[in-house]
């Protein structure tokens, strides 16, 4: 169905309901469309395993879609599924994680960059020494291990830094508040919070339970982004996580499809911290600041040189032919 | 006959309605052939090993809550297990997983009987133990797969005596799922524990009084349960290659598997066979909806009214065939 | 005798709780014997044939099977101990067909084919689930399944209770039979007349406790019932009640008008007027219609012809609660079918208050109490358990579902078979209940399988065959011969036998009838 | 999922004959099976207990004040369960109602009037439970399959709204945010809505018509139909009731967490299965009361706690809390049952 230089493109996803997702699927969309080059997506996107995933590429393989777009369950266990594709002449680009099969294209946030670098700041904001409380994302995810290491790395660096109490948010709002709040009550003295992207229930907690506001880093959340500017007193750090990387990734794929392939399989989008300790990082918040994105969309919704639409598109989140 | 219809009716119809979704995917993709079918067998693999140990249980009177824990860790630990170790060495994992699905069932249908906690309290628990079990044996997705277990549902095998065009529609992984169902089943279906099991799922103080071991029966129920389970964890991780500890959607989509295939809720009626016909409808409506592009949000709202339609038309026919 | 006894047990004894079902129990019974196991309801029968057969565990008692002391903890075990058990309740696997419920119980098919065939059953299809099977025809086959592994001991627990009359019949010539094979049969029984042509000997119980064992001679009757009623005898004997005697002068018009009634293929052109003060009695065998009668004058089905007409003006019925707005009230003959059993007494009795939707506001519990404190009075409901009706005795938990209605004031009240499993004591309770009831200007359509129940209780008698009326009887010409006759599709005043147990000269002086039947033979 | 262990003997009365002389230990007993809720308030102490000895000082005014604001949303939905399982039935769509009620509200506040938003919050809510109600009564669904169906539909079409929303941004109104997080002379606000509701729960179970046919349904429909009751009607009302109980709770939960998203009170859902059965109620219908609830809400919220403060390998500590869950479950069983 290249007919004229069109494609047909397909997208897989295994999390639903998460702002993070959604705004990766919502860039894909928009990307498709402001390219120009999409006539049809053709999207699998619920909340599976890796198996699912497995399951979603060859139906999407069986749909004869040009390339496949996929944010892997898990790097290695979809393996089969991209290797089939690309024997069928399929082109398949990985977002925001990595996958083993050789074949595929990766353009990819850094995990581990992304929990280093926000670690590194908190140790160093709390003074090289303390107590740190550690809230991780799910148990068991993939994302979820690769930024572990990166945090471990950061804390091997600074000796002086404990890790007070360490949990699983899930990624879930209401467990991390929960989580927090009972983690004060206990009253044991900490010194900062490194979150794994649950990020404003968390200063909602400390302001609401009037704790010692300690420095917090999160990541680019809409609503985490709003509060760094505007509650007093939080000093914090948002680590860029950009959903947008599914617009990169379509326009990855379009670039191969059109014959331009890049030099290496793997692209690297690296993070950035976007700090209120200081004026610059303060100006770089401000800049960056949405309040009108819904408080769990990152607000990078775009990322230069990867991405060609405008906001307006990504937040209509319309694909081509909608 | 007469009997045979009544029976079987609701698998006939199912059975129906898998044929005009082949017909209907047929007319979406043209080009759906026998490798498209290959990949639906394999996606069906693990649901129809996760709703088979449902079923059990459920014919037994009970609900099993942790179907997909308990597939999580089984896959999680044979993949561990065989992670970096040689070819043979999975020739002892895979009984040792099975064995241990079985034991990890029986316990759960020891539990339901010791501490007379209902079954779908008990399960529950159990679903946060095996969860807790599984992510202590991997703390993230990994491990390993031998090459022959992954090899073993890949592809068709030719059948001598079998035309090559029929050989491509009958894929490893359907084989393998026959095999394994029909060599427990059939045989069960045909023992007297077969018949205690759907015993005690019927009337229990009546299965009591024919002389049946009703707690005894319902332990082998769990364990036989398990050891679907543990079935499934390892098409999970012959699949994937690797093991997760995070249980899949496994358990929702068998309890919904088991009631459109027929099997009562209330347990000592139906088969395995209608809820595996099920199970390769469901998934079938997933590759249409995939096939055909739709928004992805309505699928969601697509599969949730058919799961209620069709059920609700199988409450109309009873209801119907009531008042007659 | 002196041949030494097959089973042999003493001081058995069970507690539920703080309630002893059984404190002092024994029974001997010895080979070629068929033994009656007699009592008033709740004494205690099955219970110890529960016991016997390892359903449940004794909390003290000795067993002894054939001199030695055997520990049957269930019922396979006793199985293996040579004693089969037919219970109260069926226990097939309703799911199951008839031929998996054999392999499920190890039972060999060609024996039980060939008993069941002796018991009156030409042609069961085996492929049958067990579920579709109607109750009577359950029991036998459960009774078939028990003598088809020749058990040593036979323990039948109200066997013919449900049976209609040629079922029983055959039961009853296959039971003594087994008897003269050197088997000993347990038999329970509320019929004297099945107990006199049946058994050797009987052991009675009263409040779990063996009371004495007689040798079944001619006039032993009144000293069973002495035995089992201890103090409380009621005298078992009425004069039929006369034409007449308290009936309410009749009325311009009736209360109930069934005209043409037709349901399905089960009740086709019924026609009967139903007036206030009456009591109106329904015979009929088995199946001949009268559940669907009750069924569509109570609302649960509705009729596909025919009218119904209440104080004049016709009804339609779609749902129970039209029925019980014209004044209508149903009491099923199970009682299970019409109690909330894990609720208070209070609650049951009071469960119509709320029916409406309008009623599902706060409840004046006041006012609510003294209803119900009332009807529990009248009906002299015994409510020390009355925190869950299930721990009631089974006549107490019939008197609740009257009391409902009484404590509602329905002005109809339809009894089906009201007294089925009620000893002699609360049986005559109930008949005064429903008279008075008539005296008091409520009109009562009152179904019963016991014949004998119909003269002391009725005003007039509908005798239904084969979905039709047949007859409709004064009092005074409704003895039990006629009504047998008429019951079975006979005209009246024809003279033909019916069966042994409806020969008088057969049975005892008071000869209660035997129940109803479908008998497909026994049709002209 | 059938009445366990017919066979086993049943609960006994308590009300019958008590002879003179019973052994204290067997009094303590009966006492604790008369009046179910002591030993869940004791299971309760002891968990506290062994969280104060854990982490000395931990209990205290705040503490107890955050507890009671978690254990509040888990309360009403498993009210909703308790409400549901009486009949026999299982609520699963309260997660997705709560969630659907929360997010429209957030959404909708940002340019609509309150009531107008709180109106359209509660739309989706009294839909689902109408569906539910007549999927359960009239066509005899399966509540599990039922309610589970209209989730996944429910689901989708949050989905589908939020596309349409994205640009509005949401909002979480102040009274909301007073009334979830808010704390008034150390007693959470949300006490304000709760203690209300769970009187009138309590009140409708007990002492109206409504919740006597629940109880009624659930033991043996044939009787109450018999009695002239609308099995449809009752299931429909109770199962509209339930999803509005679970509207307010999304409402009540936003004010909590301030952070709508798609799946807000899906893990709610599998606890307040949890806690109604831990607070004594029969998933098999007939038997069960709210006030046991409440206190198995409370319990599941404090072992959360203490299991999040213990050092331990997320592993293990789901295996504890699955254990001590079960645990919990069967000795109160044991309790309650005297026998
Ligand atoms: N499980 C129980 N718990 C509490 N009380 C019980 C229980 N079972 C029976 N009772 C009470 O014991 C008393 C005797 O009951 P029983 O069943 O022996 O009566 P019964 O002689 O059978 O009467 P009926 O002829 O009416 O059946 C009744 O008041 C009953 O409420
Ligand atoms: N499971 C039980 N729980 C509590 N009480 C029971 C139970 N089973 C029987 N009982 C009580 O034990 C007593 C004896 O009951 P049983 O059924 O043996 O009487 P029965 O003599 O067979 O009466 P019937 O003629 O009505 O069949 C009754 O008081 C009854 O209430
Ligand atoms: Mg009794
Ligand atoms: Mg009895």
């Known amino acids: 169905s290249a007919a004229a230089g069109k494609y047909t493109i397909g997208i897989s996803n ?105 670690a590194k700041w908190l140790f160093q904001q709390m003074g090289g020494k303390g107590e740190v409380f550690y809230m991780r994302g799910a148990a068991g995810a993939s994302a979820d291990s690769d930024r572990d290491k990166g945090f471990k790395k950061a804390l091997a660096e600074f000796p002086d830094v404990k890790v007070a109490q360490e949990v699983f948010t899930g990624w879930q709002q209401d467990q991390a508040k929960q989580q927090m709040l009972s983690f004060l009550a206990t009253g044991t003295p900490f010194n900062g919070v490194w979150t794994s992207g649950i990020d404003n229930v968390i200063v909602d907690a400390l302001v609401e339970s009037q704790a010692p506001l300690v420095p917090v880093v999160g990541a680019d959340n809409a609503g985490f982004v709003g509060q760094l500017s505007s509650v007093k007193g939080l000093v914090g750090a948002a680590v860029t996580n950009p959903g947008s990387i599914g617009g990169a990734g379509v326009t990855l794929a379009l670039q191969i499809l059109d014959g331009k392939k890049p030099p290496q399989q793997t692209v690297l989008v690296q993070p950035q911290l976007w700090e209120n300790a200081t004026e610059e990082g303060k100006a770089k918040l401000k800049a960056a600041a949405d309040p009108s994105l819904s408080p769990e969309w990152p607000v990078s919704i775009m990322i230069p040189d990867w991405t060609t639409y405008t906001k307006e598109q990504i937040v209509a989140c319309k694909g081509p032919g909608e | 006959m007469n009997h045979f219809l009544r029976r079987q009716g609701w698998v006939i119809g199912l059975f129906a309605l898998l044929v005009a979704l082949f017909i209907l995917t047929k007319l979406i993709q043209p080009g759906y052939g026998s490798g498209d079918f290959g990949s639906l067998a394999r996606a069906v693999l693990p649901y129809a090993f996760a709703v088979a140990a449902q079923t059990v249980v459920v014919i037994a009177g009970g609900i099993d809550l942790s179907v997909a824990a308990m597939m999580a860790l ?142 005894r029966t319902r332990i082998l129920a769990y364990a036989l349960s398990g050891l679907f389970a543990a079935f499934g964890g390892l098409a999970l991780t012959m699949s994937t290659g690797i093991g997760a500890p995070i249980p899949g959607p496994y358990l929702l989509a068998s309890v919904a598997a088991v009631v459109l295939g027929g099997v009562a809720l209330g347990g000592g009626k139906g088969g395995l066979l209608g809820p595996i016909i099920a199970v390769f409808v469901l998934r079938l409506v997933r590759t249409d909806l995939t096939l055909l592009a739709i928004d992805p949000n309505v699928t969601a709202i697509i599969e949730g009214l058919i799961m209620v339609a069709v059920v609700m038309f199988g409450a109309f026919i009873t209801m119907r065939g009531r008042q007659q | 005798m002196t041949t030494s006894p097959l089973l042999d047990a003493s001081g058995v004894a069970k507690n539920y709780g703080a309630v002893a079902a059984l404190r002092n129990a024994s029974l001997s019974v010895l080979p070629g014997e068929v033994h009656a196991l007699m009592g008033a309801n709740g004494a205690g029968k099955s219970t110890l044939v529960k016991i016997l057969t390892g359903a449940i565990s004794a909390n003290a008692g000795r067993i002894l099977i054939r001199g030695e002391a055997r520990d049957i903890r269930s019922p396979a075990a006793a199985r293996r101990a040579g004693l089969l058990p037919v219970y109260q309740e069926p226990s097939l696997i309703p799911d199951l067909d008839v031929l998996s419920n054999l392999r499920l119980t190890g039972t060999p098919v060609e024996p039980f084919r060939a008993w069941v065939r002796e018991l009156g059953i030409p042609d069961l299809d085996l492929r049958e689930t067990a579920r579709d099977i109607p109750l009577a025809i359950l029991r036998v086959l459960d009774l078939a399944r028990a003598l088809a592994v020749e058990p040593d001991v036979l323990l039948l627990d109200e066997m013919t209770a449900a049976l209609p009359a040629n079922l029983a019949e055959k039961v009853l010539e296959v039971v003594r039979r087994q008897g003269d094979a050197g088997r000993a049969v347990i038999f329970i029984s509320h019929r004297f007349v099945e107990i006199a042509a049946l058994c050797d000997r009987a052991t009675v119980l009263r409040d779990g406790e063996t009371v004495g064992v007689v040798d079944i001679e001619p006039g032993v009757e009144e000293r069973i019932v002495e035995l089992m009623l201890g103090a409380r005898i009621v005298k078992t004997k009425v004069q039929p ?54 069924a569509a004058l109570a609302g649960s089905i509705k009729p596909n012809g025919g009218t119904i007409e209440v104080d004049g003006s016709q009804v339609k019925f779609t749902h129970p609660i039209d029925a019980i707005r014209s004044g209508i009230a149903y009491v099923p003959g199970d009682r299970s079918e019409a109690l909330a059993m894990q609720r208070s007494v209070r609650e049951n009795i009071a469960l119509p208050f709320s029916a409406a939707l309008r009623n599902w506001g706060p409840i004046p519990m006041r006012k609510e109490r003294d209803t119900v404190l009332g009807a529990i009075q009248r009906l002299q409901i015994d409510t020390r358990a009355q925190g869950e009706v299930q721990r009631l005795s089974g006549g107490n938990q019939q008197k609740v579902t009257i009391a409902r209605w009484i404590a509602a004031d329905a002005r109809t009240i339809l009894c089906f078979d ?107 | 999922m059938r009445r366990a262990n017919p066979i086993a003997s049943r609960p006994m009365s308590t009300s019958a004959i008590t002879p003179q002389s019973i052994p204290l230990g067997r009094r303590i ?203 449809w009607q009752v299931i429909t009302a109770l199962y509209i009731v339930s999803s509005l109980l679970a509207g307010i709770t999304g409402l009540l939960y936003i004010g909590l967490i301030k952070a709508p998203s798609l799946s807000l009170a899906e893990p709610l859902v599998l606890p307040s299965v949890a806690a109604a ?55 109160y069983l044991r309790i309650v049952e005297d026998r």
Request: glycine share 10%; hydrophobic share 50%; net charge neutral.
């Open chain 2, 74 to 215: 089984t896959s999680v630990t044979a993949a561990s297990m065989m992670a970096g170790a040689s070819e043979e060495y999975a020739l002892f994992v895979v009984p040792f997983v099975l064995a241990m699905g079985f034991v990890l069932g029986a316990l759960n249908g020891l539990l339901i009987v010791v501490t007379r906690v209902p079954d779908i309290v008990v399960t529950l628990a159990m679903l946060f133990v095996l969860q807790g079990a599984a992510l202590l044996v991997l703390g993230a997705p990994g491990g390993g797969a031998a090459e022959w277990l992954k090899a073993l549902i890949s592809g068709t095998v030719p059948i001598p005596g079998l035309p090559d065009a029929v050989d491509a529609w009958l894929p490893k992984a359907l084989l393998v799922l026959i095999f394994c169902l029909c060599v427990i089943w059939i045989p069960l279906r045909r023992s007297r524990l077969g018949l205690s099991i759907y015993a005690i799922g019927s009337s229990e103080l009546a299965a009591f009084r024919s002389g049946v071991p009703v707690k």
């Open chain 3, 418 to 524: 009201p007294t089925r499993g009620i000893d002699v004591g609360t049986k005559q309770e109930i008949y005064k209940l429903l008279r008075e009831l008539a005296g008091h200007g409520k009109s009562v359509l009152f179904y019963t399988s016991e014949l004998e129940e119909v003269q002391r209780v009725c005003d007039r008698v509908i005798v239904i065959f084969n979905g039709r009326l047949v007859d409709i009887f004064p009092v005074e010409e409704a003895d039990e011969p006629a009504l047998m006759r008429a019951a079975y599709g006979l005209p009246r005043g024809a003279k033909a036998d019916v069966g042994i147990l409806a020969d008088p000269s057969a049975t005892s002086s008071d000869s209660p009838s035997p129940n109803a039947s479908d008998a497909p033979e026994a049709s002209p």
């Open chain 3, 241 to 294: 009640r006369a034409a007449g005697q308290n009936a309410a002068p009749a009325p311009a018009r009736p209360r109930i008008a069934v005209r043409n009634l037709r349901v399905g293929s089960k009740l086709s052109d019924v026609s009967f007027d139903l007036a206030d003060g009456e009591v109106a009695g329904v015979v009929a065998l088995e199946g001949q219609g009268q559940d669907e009668l009750f």
């Open chain 1, 14 to 118: 295994t999390v639903q309901g998460n702002g993070w997702r959604e705004e990766m699927v919502c860039a894909m969309k928009a990307q498709a469309l402001a390219s120009g080059e999409v006539t049809k997506l053709n999207i699998a996107h619920r909340n599976t395993d890796a198996a699912g995933q497995l399951e979603d590429i060859r139906n999407l393989i069986s749909a004869k879609v040009d390339a496949i777009v996929v944010n892997p369950a898990d790097p290695a266990g979809i393996k089969a599924g991209l290797e089939e594709a690309t024997k069928a002449g399929i082109v398949v680009v990985a977002v925001d994680q990595a996958v083993t099969e050789p074949s595929a294209y990766i353009i990819s946030n850094n995990q581990e960059e992304y929990a280093y670098l926000g």
């Open chain 4, 29 to 231: 007993k009966r006492f604790m099976a008369d009046r179910p809720l002591v030993p869940l308030v004791i299971l309760l102490v002891i968990l506290v207990v062994i969280l104060q000895i854990l982490r000395p000082g931990i209990v205290n005014e705040r503490w107890i004040a955050n507890t009671i604001k978690f254990a509040i949303p888990l309360a009403i939905l498993a009210g909703c369960q308790t409400m549901t399982m009486l009949t026999g039935g299982i609520d699963l769509s309260v997660g997705t109602v709560a969630t659907m009620s929360a997010f429209i509200m957030a959404t909708q506040i940002v340019n609509q009037d309150p009531a107008v938003a709180f109106l359209l919050a509660m739309t989706p809510a009294v839909l689902i439970g109408l569906v539910n109600g007549i999927g359960v009564g009239v066509f005899r669904v399966h509540p599990l399959i039922m309610t589970l169906g209209t989730s996944l539909i429910g689901t989708g079409c949050l989905q589908v709204y939020q596309r349409t929303v994205i640009a509005s941004g949401a909002k979480i109104p102040d009274f909301l945010a007073w009334l979830g997080t808010g704390v008034t002379w150390g007693f959470p606000n949300a006490l304000l809505l709760f203690v209300p509701l769970a009187a009138l729960i309590v009140f409708t179970l007990a002492r109206t018509g409504f919740g006597r046919l629940l109880y009624a349904v659930g033991d043996n429909e044939r009787a109450t139909r018999l009695s002239g009751v609308r099995y």
């Open chain 4, 277 to 331: 059965v831990i607070g004594g109620t029969s998933i098999f219908g007939g038997r069960g009361g709210y006030t046991g609830t409440i206190v198995g809400a409370l319990i599941l919220t404090v072992l959360t706690t203490l299991l999040t403060i213990l050092q331990m390998p997320e592993g293990a500590r789901r295996i504890l809390f699955g254990l001590i869950v079960l645990f919990v479950t069967a000795a």
